[in-house]
């Protein structure tokens, strides 16, 4: 995924739907998912452009701001910015 495969997970998934007769609706489902998204897993192109790609950032800035709108929704509370 991260170097922007999602067309061979697809390929993947739907060959295993031979060796795992019981669970195939569900790996023909998210073959599908990756085949119909693929354009917008292209990772690789999305790193190598210098976009951030993971949720560990985003999650950071959540919690960021998280805790400043926090802080501004109480009364008499004053927000002290630290390096």
Do not use: W
């Not at 993947?12 to 998204?37: M, S």
């Not at 790193?47 to 109480?74: H, K, Q, T, W, Y």
Request: aromatic share 8%.
């Amino acid at each position: 995924m991260f170097e922007g495969h999602a067309d061979q997970i697809a390929t993947g998934l739907l060959q295993a739907v031979q060796k795992h007769p019981t669970v195939a609706d569900g790996l023909r489902r998210e073959a599908g998912y990756f085949r119909h998204n693929q354009a917008r897993m292209q990772y690789q192109e999305l790193r190598e452009d210098g976009f951030p790609i993971g949720s560990g950032m985003v999650e950071s800035g959540c919690n960021a701001f998280a805790r400043v709108s926090s802080a501004l929704a109480c009364a008499g509370v004053g927000l002290a910015l630290s390096d």
